[in-house]
């Protein structure tokens, strides 16, 4: 028995070909939406990678300044500490300053210098006396200026000479003088050692 198809055979193979490409569509749709559903399970994934991270240097962080606040604070102890025991050592060097600053205008004053008076004023000291000569008075503002632990910036306020009555009709030319001198804190190293020797020390 012969068969013979009636339909036209190219609209059979148009019908075909459009359901091979709308198959292919659909296979190509399936594998974009694949990809996208992959593509965007791997963000979530990294997402949450890196949120867990954030959480973490968040904690860290967290950590790092509660140490620097606890640091900060036990500077500030260390800085207050530091700033009493500098006062005491102040109170205490201010409490013996009288004695280091007699014993060390003992030390300074030369030969041939007499003080007759001593008056302080802060920081500054006043400072009046006799000497033989000029060259002595120089010299008295050297040692302070150069030698001196708690003496510096000596300023020659007034030198003037004075005729002194002696003993018989003699009279001898001396000169009468006046000089401030600024106190300083020394280093303990340049503290002058008790009881060193030093010309005569009158005060009035």
């Known amino acids: 028995m012969i068969l013979i198809n009636l339909l036209p055979h190219r609209e059979e193979r148009r019908q075909l070909r459009r359901k091979a490409f709308f198959a292919a569509l659909g296979l190509a749709a399936l594998a974009g939406i694949a990809v996208v559903v992959l593509w965007f399970g791997l963000l979530q994934q990294m997402i949450g990678t890196q949120e867990g991270r954030n959480v973490r240097l968040t904690t860290e962080i967290a ?73 002595r008075v120089s010299e008295l503002l050297r040692n302070t200026a150069y030698n001196s632990a708690w003496l510096e910036r000596p300023e020659l306020v007034e030198i003037k000479l004075a005729a002194l009555p002696a003993a018989g009709r003699e009279q001898k030319r001396l000169f009468e003088f006046s000089v401030n001198l600024t106190l300083k804190r020394p280093t303990p190293e340049a503290t002058p050692k008790p009881g060193s020797g030093g010309a005569p020390l009158r005060k009035s």
């Open 63 to 135: 950590k790092f300044d509660a140490q620097i606040k606890d640091i900060a604070s036990l500077k500030a102890e260390i800085d207050s500490l530091k700033a009493r025991q500098q006062a005491v050592e102040d109170l205490q060097t201010d409490r013996n300053l009288p004695v280091h600053l007699l014993n060390e205008l003992v030390r300074q004053t030369p030969e041939g210098v007499y003080l007759t008076a001593i008056q302080q004023n802060g920081q500054v000291v006043a400072v009046k006396g006799i000497a033989q000569t000029n060259e």
